[in-house]
């Protein structure tokens, strides 16, 4: 026989966990337009996505840092706990899950300097030691600075990795009209990407 406190608890823990799911599912619901699929034969730079994040509420996100998949490490992701930016292989990346597909910026026109500046733009973020976060895609400290580098950046988020890149080259992913730039050092700039506003399942 369990107490009444201890009952009492468990309700309140079940209701937390239900309204949190609910949360969840709203925001996944919500429009969020800023890339497109495509089909091109030379992957480096786009964004690539595959299921299976919080029992299949979410997708995970990472970019292309070669042309295709039969490179050794192709893909630049943030994998999750315990890892920051990282080169990885295709099969780790899908980590036994289904491939979603590729997708570039709107209005982006795929150039091969374009993709290489995507690419190297996610090399720096690899390069710079960043730690993994759940909640925000980016946390940084750019004190006055108008812009938010790579070097500002102590933890970013798997879909972080994406809307930075882009970003950064002016490309729109997520937020409304004045709040979009994730680069852009302004505090509300900076809560639009964070919590249930983005998720990797928004941006494709």
Request: glycine content about 8%.
């Amino acid at each position: 026989m369990e107490s009444r406190g201890y009952s009492n608890m468990n309700k309140k823990i079940k209701m937390l966990n239900i309204c949190l799911t609910l949360i969840l599912v709203a925001s996944l619901s919500m429009n969020y337009n800023g890339i497109e699929a495509s089909a091109s034969t030379d992957w480096s730079g786009y964004a690539i996505y595959r299921d299976g994040v919080l029992g299949n509420l979410n997708d995970h996100a990472g970019l292309m840092d070669e042309p295709d998949i039969s490179y050794y490490k192709p893909v630049i992701h943030a994998p999750g706990i315990g890892n920051g930016v990282i080169w990885d292989s295709w099969d780790n990346f899908l980590n036994g899950n289904n491939y979603i597909g590729i997708y570039r910026p709107k209005n982006a026109t795929m150039t091969s300097t374009l993709q290489d500046s995507f690419v190297s733009k996610a090399r720096e973020l690899k390069n710079a030691g960043l730690s993994y976060n759940i909640l925000d895609q980016i946390v940084y400290d750019a004190g006055s600075d108008t812009w938010v580098r790579p070097e500002h950046i102590s933890h970013i988020r798997c879909d972080g990795v994406v809307e930075y890149v882009y970003e950064w080259y002016g490309y729109r992913v997520g937020g409304p009209d004045d709040e979009w730039d994730i680069t852009r050092n302004l505090t509300a700039n900076y809560w639009e990407h964070s919590g249930f506003f983005i998720t990797p399942r928004k941006q494709h």
